[in-house]
């Protein structure tokens, strides 16, 4: 195969694409003169059939959910249904501008409002907000908002959140951005929350708790009331991580498991596309206590019209997170996917999430594969570790995933969570079918039966790929973003 | 097998301790540390003139599977670090116990008790299996 240069090496001095150049060149109007550039902006100068060419064979080299099983532990890649694309890109979406009057974009606004009442319906949780515009953002405005609400009623001495050594590690990175002090609490072998340890973290310090279930370890928290009785006695709020979410929709709610906030990744769990940096969605939602500090703007309806509540009706609030309303297209995306499904679909979403997994996990252990929680029944995903294989053939969880992409499959989370060594986090989603499953099986038994006898082969790999394998420490340690042309600037007109 | 030299200290959480000549010691992470953590990208030391808790994070190495806290071997004050290491965090991988040394503390009253010997620190490596 062969890789496909950057654009820029196709430029040519003057090329031009003429079906899309302007019949007479536009002057530049009443600008003054002294604003104005002198050279051109160094673009590629290329044929439209080049670029079209280019950017199509970019797509090719593409591995992507459209193409390939992407079994990717914790990032919930499912099939993005055409619908939802379909219907987000409806021409009085597209047109719509969002400094537009509220009457002309009513259809809009009714759709954020339902979406804002179906994800209260799949938290339990009685206030929503839609704006945060990624996991990551949510999950700031979360931890937020308790901050807030610690500080709204004079309490000033709780600057510790408890975060599990499982824990994604935005965790801990939110609860440090909002100034707060991270106390960290182990697991116990079952894979649970070690209740002893947090009992002895937990105290009039305490803001919160950041825990995510079912955990990173693919396994439920069993003793989520627990606790939260312990985290609530103290005085402090939990958080809910949805990253995990597409394990339980329809079947629990986090507001029933004592959670107080959650966010909830709608590229995730309601299969908005993602990857490669978004856009996502980070919707927050929240029991009765930390409304008022909700981010703004939020959508609600008076009387049949609907409106933008702002922050002038909700002093409280942590304020806005996005220019406007967070991202319509992507909200959009998750409406529509909510509406297809309906209550009964999510449950199936869950149901048929937990069933390819849990039995995923059964094939690989049937084939001799060592499962991280063996005693344990898997959520939406579980845990691979490749530890005694690697130490009696020399070939890691790393060799495993690049080895993966030469049989057509997307490697699973590697080296995640640290807790397991040389592990390999599996999340088939529920899009997949038995015979996908049964090939990613016989992929991982070939791989395994090949580091067995020519270990070297397995280490060598991908061999079918554009570009073989990257020096992934050299990429960290001399980074180098930009592209420099190898000729002489053109241009200087 | 990773190393162990026998004549450091060495804590649970992977860490080594070379006592110096005037009280003060050098602190670097284990072979075994390094091994797990594979090629280090990155080594974020801490301020000279430090003051640490025995157990508190006080440094960072990042190889490209993870980054990981290094702790405070024991309580004292930091009196200076490996620059080297910005320039070369290999150095950590290809030397831990020598040219890969982190950073090098004056530590407060008694605060050599409690610390591993090989022997110990040995234990904890088969008990992890």
């Excluded at chain 1, 986090?254 to 908005?272: E, R, Y």
């Excluded at chain 2, 407060?108 to 610390?115: E, I, K, Q, S």
């Amino acid at each position: 195969m062969k890789t496909e240069p950057v654009i820029f090496e196709y430029s040519r001095p003057g090329r031009r694409a003429p079906s899309h150049a302007p019949a007479e060149a536009a002057g530049p109007g009443d600008l003054p003169a002294a604003v104005l550039r002198t050279d051109p902006p160094a673009l590629p100068e290329v044929s439209e059939l080049q670029a079209v060419r280019h950017f199509t064979r970019l797509s090719q080299l593409n591995f992507s959910i459209d193409t390939h099983f992407y079994p990717l532990g914790s990032c919930t890649m499912k099939y993005n249904p055409r619908a939802c694309n379909r219907l987000a890109m409806l021409p009085g979406f597209l047109g719509r501008h969002p400094l537009g009057a509220v009457e002309r974009g009513q259809g809009f606004l009714a759709c954020m409002h339902e979406l804002q009442e179906m994800l209260k319906a799949v938290t339990g949780m009685p206030g929503v907000s839609l704006t945060p515009m990624a996991g990551a953002q949510g999950e700031l405005a979360g931890v937020a908002m308790i901050r807030a609400y610690h500080r709204a009623r004079g309490d000033g001495a709780r600057r510790v959140v408890i975060v599990p050594d499982a824990a994604h590690g935005t965790n801990p990175a939110t609860a440090v951005m909002c100034g707060f002090e991270v106390r960290e609490i182990p697991t116990d072998p079952s894979g649970d929350v070690d209740l002893e340890a947090l009992r002895s973290a937990v105290g009039p310090d305490t803001a919160g708790i950041m825990l995510t279930n079912p955990s990173t370890l693919g396994v439920f928290e069993r003793r989520i009331g627990e606790i939260a009785a312990i985290v609530h006695g103290v005085g402090g709020l939990l958080y809910y991580d949805g990253a995990n979410l597409n394990a339980i929709l329809g079947r629990a709610l986090p507001a029933a498991m004592g959670f107080d906030v959650v966010h909830i990744n709608l590229h995730k769990t309601f299969s908005t596309p993602h990857g490669g940096g978004g856009p996502g969605a980070g919707v927050v939602a929240v029991t009765q206590r930390l409304e008022p500090f909700l981010p703004v703007p939020m959508v609600t309806c008076e009387a049949g019209r609907y409106r933008w509540l702002t922050g002038r009706e909700r002093p409280q609030s942590i304020g806005r997170l996005s220019a406007f309303m967070g991202n319509a297209g992507i909200l959009l995306r998750a409406y529509v996917y909510m509406r297809m499904l309906g209550g009964e679909g999510m449950r199936r979403v869950s149901g048929f999430a937990t069933l390819n997994a849990n039995y995923l996990m059964a094939k690989l252990r049937e084939s001799g594969f060592e499962i991280a929680f063996p005693g344990r029944r898997a959520s939406h995903e579980f845990i691979v570790s490749l530890k005694g294989l690697s130490r009696e053939t020399g070939v890691t969880a790393m060799d495993f995933a690049k080895a993966l992409l030469d049989h057509g499959y997307h490697a699973p989370t590697t080296y995640f969570p640290l807790l397991v060594p040389e592990c390999l986090l599996i999340e088939p989603t529920e899009t997949e079918s038995r015979e996908e499953l049964d090939g990613f099986v016989a992929a991982l038994v070939a791989i395994r039966d090949l580091a067995r006898r020519d270990p070297a082969q397995v280490k060598a790999a991908p061999l079918t790929t554009p570009v073989r394998r990257l020096d992934d420490v050299r990429a960290a340690r001399d980074l180098d973003l930009t592209w420099q042309s190898k000729r002489p600037a053109t241009g200087g007109a | 097998m990773a190393a162990i030299p026998g004549e450091l200290k060495y804590t649970k959480d992977h860490e080594w301790v070379r006592p110096e000549e005037g009280g003060s010691v050098v602190v670097g992470i284990t072979d075994h540390a390094q091994q797990q953590l594979g090629e280090l990208v990155f080594v974020e030391l801490p301020d000279a003139g430090r003051t640490v808790a025995a157990a508190e994070a006080c440094a960072v190495v990042e190889s490209v599977k993870a980054a990981s806290d290094v702790y405070a071997p024991l309580a004292g004050t930091v009196i200076g670090v490996n620059d080297a290491l910005d320039a070369e965090p290999g150095l950590v991988n290809r030397s831990p116990y020598g040219e890969g040394w982190l950073f090098r503390m004056q530590p407060a009253p008694g605060g050599l008790a409690g610390l591993l010997d090989a022997a110990a620190y040995q234990q904890i490596l088969e008990q992890e299996g």
